[in-house]
């Protein structure tokens, strides 16, 4: 059971827009920046958001990440097959003196 | 930029093994470096991070593998290490070393497979 909490799995048609929420806490995302990543079986995982609302380059204006007090979501405007994937939002706990990783999303384009 | 892990085997529980990351591409002196896990069907694991020289070259570790694992770097190779002790079946899964930027990790390595079964 991991401390930041995500949906399992997220799902939508092509064009359209879904987002992927994130809870936690006080000691989490509450008082440190947000970051959602990118995995594709096999590969490398992707930064596509850090400091809760930047982009790196290359990452497409379609993702983006808003945080509010102990939350966090990531949404993808103008949904895309290449865009199935598991999304993993993380954070530094403060409390435990680590980073936390949230339990994934795995998100299929119907 | 670019990291390679190596050092991923079959190990059978309560052996050691120890993962390298080889870094190039960038002033890897100046970086600090973390290992991220996943196990088979689940999700990314933190497991520990090294900071840089200059920041004491301080390590933090999850507190699954605290006692375990350690982190180590040697910048005048450009690796990080990641010695795994007293290995548990549990710790099997892909290991992936990363730069951190003390908030987000970018980029990563390709992984090396670690399975730790008799």
């Known amino acids: 059971q991991s401390v930041l909490t995500q949906p399992p799995s997220a799902s939508g048609t092509p064009g359209q827009r879904v987002t992927i929420s994130c809870s936690g806490s006080?000691?989490?995302?509450?008082?440190?920046?947000v970051n959602w990543y990118q995995h594709l079986p096999g590969t490398a995982p992707k930064v596509l958001i850090y400091?809760?609302?930047q982009r790196p380059s290359g990452v497409p204006d379609r993702f983006s990440g808003s945080k509010s007090g102990t939350s966090a979501s990531l949404a993808i405007s103008g949904l895309q097959s290449e865009d199935e994937a598991d999304y993993y939002c993380?954070?530094?706990?403060?409390?435990?003196?680590?980073?936390?990783f949230g339990g994934g999303t795995k998100l299929t384009v119907l | 930029v670019q990291l390679v892990e190596s050092g991923g085997a079959l190990v059978q529980p309560g052996r050691s093994l120890r993962l390298s990351c080889t870094a190039s591409?960038?002033?890897?002196?100046?970086?600090?470096m973390s290992w991220v896990r996943q196990a088979p069907g689940k999700g990314l694991e933190w497991v520990g991070l090294?900071?840089?020289?200059?920041?004491?070259?301080?390590?933090e570790y999850a507190a699954s593998v605290k006692g375990r694992f350690t982190i180590s770097r040697d910048d005048s190779q450009n690796i990080a290490y990641l010695q795994m002790n007293s290995l548990k079946t549990e710790d099997t899964g892909v290991y992936y070393c990363?730069?951190?930027?003390?908030?987000?990790?970018?980029?990563w390595g390709q992984g090396t497979l670690v399975t730790v079964s008799s």
């Open positions: 006080s000691s989490n995302i509450g008082s440190n920046t």
């Open positions: 993380a954070t530094w706990d403060g409390s435990l003196i680590g980073v936390l």
């Open positions: 591409g960038f002033t890897f002196v100046e970086s600090a």
């Open positions: 400091n809760n609302n």
């Open positions: 990363a730069v951190w930027n003390y908030d987000w990790f970018d980029p």
């Open positions: 090294i900071r840089r020289r200059y920041y004491g070259g301080t390590t």
